[in-house]
């Protein structure tokens, strides 16, 4: 386990629907970065947050945000979902932004859209 | 589109066979990582390199990060059962960004 978890584990959403997913960084970790994986392919970078700013982001439309919290919790919202937007989403946290730092993800939340 | 393309897509071998994966890009990174996935879980490290040219051995595995810093490999001795999962790479790139590849899926036959 690498103390990075995320909630909920499943989801059932409908087109044009919104939803917030979670994620509980490690211990001690500043950063943490959301990606979005469809099924068959790589993680996609979606946005990190370092020390509660956006630190970064990948190419996904606005309707992707998200937030991250003083004690380094951090949250994924999106709205007006779409049928494609089902995928697994998985936060990594990392002890630095440095480069080379290593990151350790959460389990993900499977979201489907309907 | 990924920057990195990783081949084969999907490897079935038996037990004690040799395999390599491959991660290309026709980008430089700053740093590249080998992660494995298995299912229902999120990516496990295995390794980062960050010199181009550099070989890290980790057991039976040997990364190598290329040259130009644009491609690397994974080379697996006698694979196990246990190696069974989704191998993916990651290349860090401007803002200390990483992207991945496409995966490889390796099935380890006993």
């Known amino acids: 386990e690498t103390g990075v978890t995320q909630s909920p584990t499943h989801l059932i959403k409908t087109r044009g629907q919104q939803v917030t997913l979670r994620c509980s960084s490690q211990?001690?970790?500043?950063?943490v970065s959301w990606y979005q994986q469809a099924l068959g392919q790589g993680p996609q970078f979606i946005f990190q947050?370092?020390?509660?700013?956006?630190?970064g982001r990948g190419n996904f439309p606005p309707r992707f945000s998200g937030l991250q919290f003083p004690n380094y919790s951090s949250e994924l919202n999106v709205n007006a979902l779409e049928l494609d937007d089902s995928a697994l989403y998985l936060c990594?946290?990392?002890?630095?932004?440095?480069?080379?730092?290593?990151?350790?993800f959460g389990p993900g939340t499977r979201l489907t859209v309907l | 589109t990924q920057l990195l393309e990783q081949s084969p897509q999907f490897l079935s071998i038996q037990e004690g066979e040799n395999l390599t994966v491959y991660c290309n890009s026709s980008?430089?990174?700053?740093?590249l990582q080998w992660y494995r996935q298995e299912p229902g879980e999120g990516p496990v490290l295995l390794v980062t390199?960050?010199?181009?040219?550099e070989v890290k051995k980790l057991k039976r595995l040997t990364f190598q990060f290329g040259d130009a810093r644009k491609d690397s490999s994974l080379h697996i001795t006698a694979a196990q059962p246990g190696d069974t999962g989704l191998y993916l790479c990651?290349?860090?790139?401007?803002?200390?960004?990483?992207?991945f590849g496409t995966g490889t899926s390796l099935t380890v036959i006993p």
């Open positions: 390199v960050v010199t181009g040219g």
């Open positions: 990594a946290s990392s002890l630095t932004r440095n480069k080379g730092r290593e990151q350790f």
């Open positions: 990651a290349g860090e790139r401007t803002g200390n960004q990483f992207y």
């Open positions: 980008s430089v990174f700053s740093s």
């Open positions: 947050y370092y020390r509660e700013e956006e630190n």
């Open positions: 211990s001690g970790h500043n950063t």
